[in-house]
């Protein structure tokens, strides 16, 4: 649009049509493939974290049922209780390495999408510097 003449005797501005519409259609295509893959980064985290605590939840529960079942048993009650703490322990262990490990890849996807996003508007601005050094140059051509 900066590129564009402006009418006489009034404030709007003529743009050449070709470049505004292959400016868009350059954002429509590209935008949205990169809202789509930031929307499947942030389901596939949402998924890992529901796995990890479905992990840890089945892990805790096997902890408790093993536990239940040790305790009938008066002469291994001490062991039960101390290996129970330890499985309940690991389970949340390994529950939170699990989320780690999903946030990491979820800030690594985030840092793909950002770099991408630059790259997009990097092109975005090439686009619309070339669109304003083109009026320039056509009204070099007319002065000839």
């Given at each position: 649009?900066?590129?564009?003449?402006?009418?006489?005797?009034?404030?709007?501005?003529?743009?050449?049509?070709?470049?505004i519409l292959d400016v868009l259609d350059l954002m429509r295509t590209t935008v949205p493939?990169?809202?789509?893959?930031?929307?499947?980064?942030?389901?596939?985290?949402?998924?890992?974290?529901?796995?990890?605590?479905?992990?840890?939840?089945?892990?805790?529960?096997?902890?408790?049922?093993?536990?239940?079942?040790?305790?009938?048993?008066?002469?291994?009650?001490?062991?039960?209780?101390?290996?129970?703490?330890?499985?309940?322990?690991?389970?949340?262990?390994?529950?939170?390495?699990?989320?780690?490990?999903?946030?990491?890849?979820?800030?690594?996807?985030?840092?793909?999408?950002?770099?991408?996003?630059?790259?997009?508007?990097?092109?975005?601005?090439?686009?619309?510097?070339?669109?304003?050094?083109?009026?320039?140059?056509?009204?070099?051509?007319?002065?000839?």
């Amino acid at each position: 649009m900066n590129g564009g003449w402006h009418v006489p005797l009034s404030s709007k501005v003529q743009v050449d049509e070709r470049e505004i519409l292959d400016v868009l259609d350059l954002m429509r295509t590209t935008v949205p493939e990169e809202i789509k893959q930031s929307r499947r980064v942030n389901q596939e985290r949402e998924k890992i974290l529901s796995q990890a605590q479905t992990e840890a939840n089945r892990l805790v529960t096997q902890a408790q049922e093993r536990v239940e079942r040790m305790l009938t048993e008066d002469n291994i009650r001490i062991t039960a209780e101390e290996r129970a703490r330890e499985l309940i322990e690991q389970a949340g262990q390994e529950a939170e390495d699990i989320r780690r490990e999903a946030d990491e890849y979820g800030m690594d996807m985030l840092d793909r999408l950002d770099a991408e996003l630059h790259n997009v508007q990097g092109a975005v601005r090439r686009a619309i510097n070339a669109m304003h050094a083109q009026p320039a140059a056509t009204q070099e051509e007319e002065a000839r």
